[in-house]
């Protein structure tokens, strides 16, 4: 059976094809585009050019799963959408024009969704879990297996970048703002000044091309699957001004990510303080292939072990 299931996110929206067999799957094809969704929103509203985005993106999907043959497809929205005041006049015009239920995650289960698809492909024992999104960053705890502590924190990549830069890359004052915004919502969790682990596991974009860019200085002999987290720090203080030749580099590596990775290298750097974390790890299962396991292979059982 062909799945496909489309996550409907703050920057990006992305859409997974899966052919599976019982409860294993295989990824047939990835597709993402750069929507920026979160540069839409005003007042806590988003406006008709942003849904009218999302609808012209998710009606070429569709036409592409149409062509694939998929019998079962699923699209669900984060941040995006759930932190919206219009959310449900947004989920009506999807409807209307798509013909499809759009859910929408709260905070929790997107991370619990993003455990499951790491899990999946890492088996990881402890440490923390970070997601870092285009609005929103989630964060998950667990020990020998088991989820103990997750959150959401109303601070993204894009929307760090919309709310405080006014050109492309991030000044002093400009990344001084975004440190204390950061640091304000990582304060507010009490579980988080419990906790220190030598571990952190990342799903999502901006931990991929963190790694990316961590693997271009790194040298050749280290391991590539566990990079150590004093080159985000590194990083952050090569970029503190940014010349001709360091943006060349960047829109080589993340051509749609030139204006967020920044804002999301700090978030990360922020967490990694925060806990202790001596390192990082990065998979390529997240929250699309939680949801598969759990909404689509009937896999409930395997979500918190």
């Known amino acids: ?32 585009t750069v929507a920026g969704l979160a540069s839409y929103v005003t007042d806590n509203r988003i406006n008709s050019f942003g849904i009218r985005k999302a609808c012209e993106v998710l009606e070429e999907y569709m036409r592409i799963l149409k062509g694939f043959g998929v019998e079962t497809c699923r699209a669900f929205a984060t941040a995006s959408l759930r932190n919206v005041q219009n959310r449900e006049e947004a989920l009506r015009e999807l409807k209307e024009r798509l013909g499809v239920e759009v859910e929408i995650l709260s905070g929790d289960e997107e991370a619990r969704l993003g455990f499951v698809g790491m899990q999946h492909q890492m088996q990881a024992k402890e440490g923390i879990m970070a997601d870092i999104g285009g609005a929103s960053t989630e964060l998950l705890y667990f020990e020998d297996g088991k989820v103990l502590y997750k959150e959401s924190l109303p601070v993204g990549s894009l929307s760090l970048y919309s709310g405080f830069v006014k050109a492309i890359f991030p000044i002093d004052v400009e990344k001084k703002a975004i440190k204390r915004a950061i640091d304000e919502q990582l304060s507010r969790v009490m579980w988080f000044s419990r906790l220190k682990t030598q ?32 080159v985000i720090r590194h990083l952050l203080k090569n970029y503190h001004h940014i010349d001709k030749k360091m943006c060349h580099e960047l829109l080589q590596v993340m051509p749609e990510r030139i204006h967020t990775i920044l804002p999301g290298l700090m978030i990360l750097e922020a967490v990694a303080r925060k806990f202790k974390c001596v390192d990082f790890s990065v998979s390529s299962y997240g929250v699309r292939e939680g949801y598969l396991i759990s909404n689509l292979l009937k896999q409930g059982n395997h979500d918190e072990q």
């Open 1 to 32: 059976m062909l799945c496909g299931v489309i996550d409907v996110g703050s920057n990006s929206i992305r859409m997974s094809i899966y052919r599976c067999a019982g409860n294993d799957f295989q990824i047939l094809m990835n597709q993402k």
């Open 199 to 230: 571990h952190l596991y990342g799903i999502g974009g901006t931990f991929r091309s963190a790694q990316k860019l961590a693997l271009q200085i790194l040298p050749e002999d280290l391991p590539a699957d566990t990079i150590p987290t004093d």
